[in-house]
């Protein structure tokens, strides 16, 4: 069972607070000034949804239990360690797991597993070591302990120490060699590098402090970037995800999800983002007792609003429908991104036990969820 508040519907600036700031839910209604835009505000208990206000609006939940099917097709333990991340590889074949003894490659069909790199070898950010694949699964880049990048080869072989990077390592691969890195001079840029031959590309500009980026958009056009005013002496403190177009250098859109977040410090960053196969809508996930909250890009409107009573630990979008996976401690959820409705419920962690998910992420064909767990479990389901 799931206990939570889905709020649906579309609004123009300012939805903040108890949910909103600059303007309150009422009946229903959010108001601000002389906007007024309807949100559907369902409580969902035990297979039920109760709409607030007597507002008309979607479907929330039909069945929390129903399992839609979903199977374990094969697990495994990584080492015992507690896993804090697992990435599959663009092409579907590959697992990278980040754990505290490093980082291994899981090939699927094979189930065979080599270490990448070793125990102490990339930095720890927010639950996550960071890695990211490249377009043709050779190579991994991972953001070192010693503020450089370190590239490998998926294998296990070979590996480079490439330019300095920011202290909290950020590295993303884009679809043509193209590695977002945000240098170790905190400044208001990114670094678009060829990771193999060494060479900067260009850069990208942002309104704010660069901190952090997120995964590219599906097409390799648009790069999320954290970016803040933190511990500037002149500035308002102020933070937001701005969307920044690769090939044109310009800000198409800036997210301040401080006004979802209102309790959230302004050096908090999301865990994850997660792009929308069209690329017009990304979810933010601050983890644990925070929703997920599901954005038009372009408007940076908020569009849908999941929380539940028993906290997330991760999501992934689904590749190609309008779904998402969000996981709970032992539960994964498949939600509707347009609706909110809930779609279906597995139970992949053995509710007697203390094991909890701790990651989750879709194949690129959306027919294997793999699941990671605290107790570093592995497994892989389909059937969903």
Same mark, same amino acid.
């Given at each position: 069972?799931?206990? !939570? +508040?889905?709020?649906? @519907?579309? *609004?123009?600036?300012?939805? #903040?607070?108890?949910? =909103?700031? %600059? $303007?309150?839910? /009422?009946? !229903? +209604?959010?108001?601000? @000034?002389? *906007?007024?835009?309807?949100? #559907?505000?369902?409580? =969902?208990? %035990? $297979?039920?949804? /109760?709409?607030?206000?007597?507002?008309? @609006?979607?479907?929330?939940?039909?069945?929390?239990?129903?399992?839609?099917?979903?199977?374990?097709?094969?697990?495994?333990?990584?080492?015992?360690?507690?896993?804090?991340?697992?990435?599959?590889?663009?092409?579907?074949?590959?697992?990278?797991?980040?754990?505290?003894?490093?980082?291994?490659?899981?090939?699927?069909?094979?189930?065979?597993?080599?270490?990448?790199?070793?125990?102490?070898?990339?930095?720890?950010?927010?639950?996550?070591?960071?890695?990211?694949?490249?377009?043709?699964?050779?190579?991994?880049?991972?953001?070192?302990?010693?503020?450089?990048?370190?590239?490998?080869?998926?294998?296990?072989?070979?590996?480079?120490?490439?330019?300095?990077?920011?202290?909290?390592?950020?590295?993303?691969?884009?679809?043509?060699?193209?590695?977002?890195?945000?240098?170790?001079?905190?400044?208001?840029?990114?670094?678009?590098?060829?990771?193999?031959?060494?060479?900067?590309?260009?850069?990208?500009?942002?309104?704010?402090?660069?901190?952090?980026?997120?995964?590219?958009?599906?097409?390799?056009?648009?790069?999320?970037?954290?970016?803040?005013?933190?511990?500037?002496?002149?500035?308002?403190?102020?933070?937001?995800?701005?969307?920044?177009?690769?090939?044109?250098?310009?800000?198409?859109?800036?997210?301040?999800?401080?006004?979802?977040?209102?309790?959230?410090?302004?050096?908090?960053?999301?865990?994850?983002?997660?792009?929308?196969?069209?690329?017009?809508?990304?979810?933010?996930?601050?983890?644990?007792?925070?929703?997920?909250?599901?954005?038009?890009?372009?408007?940076?409107?908020?569009?849908?609003?999941?929380?539940?009573?028993?906290?997330?630990?991760?999501?992934?979008?689904?590749?190609?429908?309008?779904?998402?996976?969000?996981?709970?401690?032992?539960?994964?959820?498949?939600?509707?991104?347009?609706?909110?409705?809930?779609?279906?419920?597995?139970?992949?962690?053995?509710?007697?036990?203390?094991?909890?998910?701790?990651?989750?992420?879709?194949?690129?064909?959306?027919?294997?969820?793999?699941?990671?767990?605290?107790?570093?479990?592995?497994?892989?389901?389909?059937?969903?």
């Amino acid at each position: 069972m799931v206990t !939570g +508040i889905i709020i649906l @519907g579309f *609004a123009v600036a300012g939805f #903040v607070g108890g949910f =909103v700031a %600059g $303007g309150v839910i /009422a009946n !229903g +209604i959010w108001q601000s @000034g002389s *906007a007024a835009s309807k949100v #559907v505000i369902a409580t =969902v208990v %035990g $297979g039920a949804a /109760a709409m607030a206000g007597g507002t008309t @609006g979607y479907l929330v939940a039909n069945n929390l239990l129903d399992s839609g099917g979903a199977k374990i097709v094969y697990s495994m333990n990584i080492d015992n360690d507690e896993i804090d991340s697992v990435v599959w590889s663009p092409g579907g074949n590959f697992v990278a797991v980040a754990h505290s003894g490093g980082v291994d490659v899981v090939e699927y069909e094979k189930k065979s597993l080599v270490t990448v790199y070793a125990r102490g070898e990339l930095s720890y950010w927010s639950d996550r070591f960071l890695v990211s694949w490249s377009p043709d699964e050779k190579w991994l880049a991972g953001a070192g302990e010693d503020s450089y990048i370190h590239i490998r080869l998926a294998d296990g072989g070979d590996f480079a120490f490439f330019r300095a990077a920011h202290d909290w390592g950020s590295v993303e691969w884009g679809t043509e060699n193209q590695l977002a890195v945000v240098p170790p001079e905190r400044g208001k840029l990114v670094q678009i590098i060829d990771p193999l031959r060494e060479t900067l590309l260009h850069e990208l500009h942002t309104d704010l402090y660069a901190d952090f980026t997120y995964q590219w958009s599906p097409d390799g056009k648009l790069l999320p970037v954290y970016t803040d005013s933190y511990g500037v002496s002149n500035m308002e403190p102020m933070a937001k995800i701005e969307i920044v177009d690769n090939e044109k250098d310009k800000i198409i859109s800036s997210i301040s999800y401080h006004e979802i977040y209102p309790e959230t410090p302004f050096t908090y960053f999301p865990n994850e983002v997660e792009w929308s196969s069209d690329g017009e809508k990304i979810a933010t996930f601050f983890g644990k007792d925070y929703p997920v909250v599901i954005w038009d890009v372009r408007k940076a409107i908020p569009l849908t609003i999941i929380q539940p009573e028993t906290g997330f630990t991760s999501v992934s979008w689904h590749p190609f429908e309008d779904e998402i996976a969000i996981s709970s401690y032992k539960q994964v959820y498949i939600f509707s991104t347009i609706t909110g409705e809930l779609l279906s419920t597995a139970q992949v962690i053995d509710a007697d036990t203390h094991d909890s998910i701790t990651s989750i992420d879709w194949n690129n064909r959306g027919t294997l969820l793999v699941i990671g767990s605290e107790e570093g479990l592995l497994s892989f389901w389909g059937g969903w």
